[in-house]
């Protein structure tokens, strides 16, 4: 029954110490990434997961909203008004509102 135990304890002890290897190994080879690498990740990420969507405000054509360009990433276009709010439409399990850049 000792040898049993012993034997448990010893590949249970084995498994760590090599587990820790892999997860050690894995971080020594990863290498710092390049300034060009970490720009085109961020291009990656944001044309990927949409921050155009509510960050760059729209030029509504007769095919439907597309991208300003000339403006990306700068929000809500300032001086534009804002419509009117329904404060009826805001609270606990209501919908949630927006306009039409989907910027505020
Ligand atoms: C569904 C709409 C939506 C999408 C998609 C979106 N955002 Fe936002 N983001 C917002 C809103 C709304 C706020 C403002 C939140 C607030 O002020 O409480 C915001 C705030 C931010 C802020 C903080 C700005 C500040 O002045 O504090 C950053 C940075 C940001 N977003 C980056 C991103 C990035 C990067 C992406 C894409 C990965 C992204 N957002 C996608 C709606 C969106």
Redesign the pocket.
């Known amino acids: 029954m000792r040898k049993i135990i012993f034997a448990g304890v010893i590949t249970t002890l084995f498994s760590i110490v090599l587990l820790f290897q892999f997860s050690c190994a894995g971080e020594k080879t990863a290498k710092p990434l390049s300034q060009g690498e970490m720009i085109a990740l961020g291009k990656y990420?944001?044309t990927t997961?949409?921050?155009?969507?509510?960050?760059t405000p729209k030029i509504f054509t007769e095919n439907g909203p597309v991208f300003d360009t000339t403006r990306r990433f700068s929000?809500y276009p300032q001086g534009e008004v804002l419509p009117a709010i329904d404060m009826n439409m805001i609270g606990p399990g209501k919908w949630s509102m927006?306009d039409k850049h989907?910027?505020?």
Not at 49 to 55: A, F, K, L, M, Y
């Open positions: 990420i944001v997961s949409g921050c155009d969507d509510c960050h929000g927006t989907l910027g505020a």
